[in-house]
C-alpha cells in the first residue's frame, strides 16, 4: 500500500526559548483528509494541538501563497479556535517554509484569521541551540466581550478558591469561556485544581474552557492560566485565545489598549496583546521550531 508523507514541525509558541510557552504540531497538508484521520494524529502527537493547514490553491508554490485553510485538534477534539496552534503555524510557513507574504490569512471555524510578520522584530531568526527562533508575529482575532456573571460554586470548590477570594466573575459572549479575576497574584500561581471535581462540575455546562486571573505585578500587566479538562486538557501552557477575553476585560479595568501578559504554568508563556479596530484583539508573540521530519499515512 502507498503511504503519502506529511512534513511535521513541532513548535514551542509564545516564547523564545526552546522547551518554554505552549508546544503545537504543525502538519501541512497537500490534499484534504478525513477529521477522523486528523484526530488520530492529533491523538498521535498528544499536544495541547495539533494544526493542519493547507494552501487554498494547491497549484501554487508553497512560498507564494498567502491564503491557507487552517484547522485544530486537540488529542480529544476539534476546536474552533487556538491561538498558540495559530502562532506556530505562522511561524512555520514565514521562517521555515519561506513564505514571501508579510501578512497571511488563515480560513478558519472562527472565521478568517490574520497573521503578520514584524519587520522591526526583537528576534531577528537568531539560533538558539539549534532551533530557529522566528521574527516577532502579530496574530489577529475576534474580540471576546465579556459580561458580568455569577461565579459557579462547584467550579470555585474544585480549584480551591473562596467567594470572598474573588473580585469578579465574566463570561465571553462569543467563545463562552469562563473568567475568575482573584485578588491575589500569588494564589493565581498556587492554584491547584481538582481536575476530577472539576471535569464533573456542573456549574461549568455553559462554558468552553476556565480562566483564572490576577493583576501581574511589576514586569506584566496580568496574569493568567487556563484549564480545559474537557476537551483533554487539564492545563494549557499558554492559551491565545483565552486572552480574545482577557484582553477587552483587563484593558477596560486598567483603562489602556495596550498590555503585557503573562500565562502562569509550569512552562509559562509571554504574550503582548492590544485592542484593535473593528472587534479585534492582536495577539504579539514568537515562536521556536524545535523538531521537523513527516508523518507517514
Keep these: 500500500m502507498k503511504m503519502n508523507t506529511i512534513p511535521l514541525y513541532q513548535v514551542d509558541a509564545f516564547t523564545r526559548e526552546p522547551f518554554k510557552g505552549n508546544p503545537a504540531a504543525v502538519c501541512l497538508l497537500t490534499q484534504s483528509y478525513d477529521a477522523a484521520l486528523l484526530q488520530a494524529i492529533a491523538a498521535e502527537m498528544n499536544l495541547s494541538e495539533t494544526a493542519f493547514v493547507m494552501r487554498l490553491d494547491v497549484t501554487m508554490p508553497w512560498k507564494a501563497a498567502s491564503m491557507f485553510s487552517l484547522r485544530w485538534f486537540t488529542p480529544a477534539v476539534e476546536v474552533r479556535l487556538c491561538g498558540h496552534a495559530t502562532l506556530a503555524t505562522a511561524a512555520v510557513l514565514f521562517n521555515v517554509i519561506g513564505v514571501e507574504a508579510s501578512t497571511i490569512t488563515f480560513q478558519t471555524r472562527s472565521g478568517d484569521l490574520l497573521a503578520r510578520r514584524v519587520d522591526d522584530a526583537i528576534v531577528d531568526n537568531a ?86 486571573t490576577a493583576a501581574g505585578g511589576p ?39 495596550e498590555l503585557r501578559a503573562y500565562q502562569a504554568s509550569a512552562r509559562g508563556g509571554e504574550l503582548r496583546v492590544r485592542l ?7 495577539l504579539t508573540g514568537n515562536a521556536v521550531v524545535v523538531m521537523r521530519g513527516e508523518l507517514r499515512v
Aim: with cysteine; proline share 10%; charged share 20%.
Design 127 to 212: 539560533i538558539v541551540d539549534d532551533a530557529i527562533v522566528d521574527d516577532t508575529i502579530v496574530l489577529g482575532f475576534p474580540l471576546d466581550p465579556p459580561q458580568r456573571c455569577d461565579p459557579p460554586a462547584d467550579v470555585l470548590e474544585a480549584i480551591g478558591v473562596l467567594p470572598p477570594d474573588i473580585v469578579t466573575a465574566v463570561s465571553g459572549t462569543r467563545g463562552h469561556k469562563l473568567l475568575i479575576h482573584l485578588k491575589d497574584t500569588a494564589q493565581v500561581r498556587a492554584l491547584t485544581p481538582d481536575f476530577t471535581a472539576l471535569l464533573a462540575a456542573k456549574g461549568m455546562d455553559p462554558y468552553r474552557g476556565l480562566s483564572v
Design 219 to 257: 514586569d506584566y500587566d496580568f496574569i493568567s492560566r487556563f484549564f480545559a479538562p474537557w476537551v483533554g486538557i487539564n492545563e494549557d501552557p499558554v492559551t491565545g485565545s483565552a486572552h480574545t477575553l482577557l484582553t477587552p476585560y483587563w484593558a477596560e479595568l486598567l483603562g489602556k489598549p
Design 276 to 282: 484593535a479596530q473593528n472587534d479585534r484583539v492582536e
